[in-house]
């Protein structure tokens, strides 16, 4: 089995939102695929795990908001790396209601359909979810969506455990695994971001040859959001 093969694979990056009761939750995805277009059909795959999935069981209805490639490490950090468990991700972003009831989030997304559960498939670790959709809109024509391989190479972003197409980092090539030098990179656990000294952080203004160390202490996860804390040098 070739591990990089499925590197090959191409996918986008949504937030998948419920409400059941009077709770509202969501997380984010990498799988939302149309499935029929007459009637228009889509699914996602959810992990067990994963609370929003216990609760779109229950409601039987999701919202999917397609996010932008400019979309902020923070909605990033708040949608894939919490539980919502005991924290409301809604509290602090932009959403609006849809006709069957789920929120849908509008801060840093393109485009959002409102879904209702047709069909659940039970596929071992994920439920499948075959939805028709009630209700969609296009927010913003110009930019480009967020895709897996964009997060993956230039946010340097990976895959959360939950996610279907989450690969175990200790089965990487040799190769991959060589190019880590133990005194220059820490890595966020949250998200496994590695912060390279030898290349800094362009996108928060910090120069190359900049050592963990000499970060800012307000400096935070460019893929999700996290404090310097969350970090281990490796
Ligand atoms: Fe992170």
């Given at each position: 089995m070739n591990i990089e093969a499925y590197f090959k694979l191409t996918y986008g990056l949504y937030i998948i939102a419920t409400k059941l009761n009077d709770k509202r939750n969501g997380y984010i995805a990498n799988t939302a695929f149309q499935v029929t277009a007459e009637p228009s059909q889509i699914a996602i795959s959810?992990?067990?795990?994963?609370?929003?999935?216990l609760m779109i069981r229950?409601?039987?209805?999701?919202?999917?908001?397609?996010?932008?490639?400019?979309?902020?490490?923070e909605i990033i950090g708040l949608f894939g790396y919490n539980t919502g468990?005991?924290?409301?991700?809604?509290k602090s972003i932009?959403?609006?209601?849809?006709?069957?009831?789920?929120?849908?989030?509008t801060e840093d997304?393109?485009?959002?359909?409102?879904?209702?559960?047709n069909q659940q498939i039970d596929v071992g670790s994920h439920i499948l979810f075959i939805a028709s959709i009630e209700e969609n809109e296009l927010i913003d024509h110009i930019s480009k969506p967020l895709t897996y391989a964009?997060?993956?190479?230039?946010?340097?972003?990976?895959?959360?455990?939950?996610?279907?197409?989450?690969?175990?980092?200790?089965?990487?090539?040799?190769?991959?695994?060589?190019k880590a030098t133990p005194s220059t990179k820490h890595k966020c656990l949250a998200c496994g971001y590695v912060y390279d000294a030898d290349?800094?952080?362009?996108?928060?203004?910090?120069s190359p040859d900049t050592?963990?160390?000499?970060?800012?202490?307000?400096?935070?996860?460019?893929?999700?959001?996290?404090?310097?804390?969350v970090f281990e040098a490796i």
């Open positions: 959810c992990s067990k795990d994963n609370y929003t999935c229950q409601s039987g209805i999701f919202s999917i908001s397609i996010l932008s490639q400019d979309a902020s490490a468990e005991k924290l409301d991700k809604f932009s959403f609006t209601e849809s006709k069957t009831g789920s929120p849908i989030v997304c393109i485009a959002w359909f409102d879904c209702k559960v964009y997060y993956h190479e230039v946010k340097k972003g990976r895959a959360p455990k939950n996610a279907p197409t989450y690969i175990d980092e200790s089965k990487f090539s040799t190769k991959e695994q060589s290349e800094g952080d362009s996108e928060s203004g910090i050592s963990f160390e000499e970060l800012p202490e307000d400096w935070i996860c460019p893929t999700c959001g996290s404090s310097k804390d």
